[in-house]
Antibody, heavy 118, light 107 residues
Framework: QVQLVQSGAEVKKPGASVKVSCMAS????????MHWVRQAPGQGLEWMGEINPTGGTTTSAQKFQGRVTMTRDTSTSTVYMELSSLRSEDTAVYYCVRGGYASGSVYWGQGTLVTVSS | EIVLTQSPGTLSLSPGERATLSCRASQSSSSNLAWHQQKPGQAPRLLIY???SRATGIPDRFSGSGSGTDFTLTISRLEPEDFAVYYCQQYGSSPYTFGQGTKLEIK
């Protein structure tokens, strides 16, 4: 079965960077794009970007361009999302989401809480 | 970017009743529209894709309809476990935006 296992919670200071990992299993890693979605406390869902694990090409929402870096390691079926220049508004749960929208096979990771506080 | 507007913000109903949730897009997303359900403390899960197709394992009391700019999620007879927050998402063009959510609460 498809599993997406994310790294643990992080506490960071303003101005720092955070790198969240998402290890995939149960399917062919390079067959599906991986998306990143975040959710601030008590708020809705916000799409951040996606990575094509085959070639590593990425697309990100304009809001995050210049601050977000998405990478992948095909040898371990892991994708990474690094967000830099953190501010308090970046406090949120970050989810990796396996694509497959056209076939209805979308899977969510368990989420990683990132807290930005001085 | 495509802006999705969901209504109502909160819907108060009783178990056994019918729920109708709306999602309106600022421009056409064809049928590239998904619905996700999120319960407190959990990750969302996919309910509907392609505007009207149920994801694997989703009960048939959930149905989706619409195309272009107007979409609807209907829950025919509410079960206690259906009370949650529902988000629509378009995946027709990047960025893959979400609506702000509809909270379905027990009346």
């Amino acid at each position: 079965q498809v599993q997406l296992v994310q790294s643990g919670a992080e506490v960071k200071k303003p101005g720092a960077s955070v790198k969240v990992s998402c290890m995939a299993s149960g399917y062919t890693f390079t067959n599906y794009h991986m998306h990143w979605v975040r959710q601030a406390p008590g708020q809705g869902l916000e799409w951040m970007g996606e990575i094509n694990p085959t070639g590593g090409t990425t697309t990100s929402a304009q809001k995050f361009q210049g601050r977000v870096t998405m990478t992948r390691d095909t040898s371990t079926s892991t994708v990474y999302m690094e967000l830099s220049s953190l501010r308090s508004e970046d406090t949120a749960v970050y989810y990796c989401v396996r694509g497959g929208y056209a076939s209805g096979s979308v899977y969510w990771g368990q989420g990683t809480l990132v807290t930005v506080s001085s | 970017e495509i802006v999705l507007t969901q209504s109502p913000g909160t819907l108060s109903l009783s178990p056994g009743e019918r729920a109708t949730l709306s999602c309106r897009a600022s421009q056409s997303s064809s049928s590239n529209l998904a619905w996700h359900q999120q319960k407190p403390g959990q990750a969302p899960r996919l309910l509907i894709y392609g505007a009207s197709s149920r994801a694997t394992g989703i009960p048939d009391r959930f149905s989706g309809s619409g195309s272009g700019t107007d979409f609807t999620l209907t829950i025919s007879r509410l079960e206690p476990e259906d009370f949650a927050v529902y988000y629509c998402q378009q995946y027709g063009s990047s960025p893959y935006t979400f609506g702000q959510g509809t909270k379905l609460e027990i009346k």
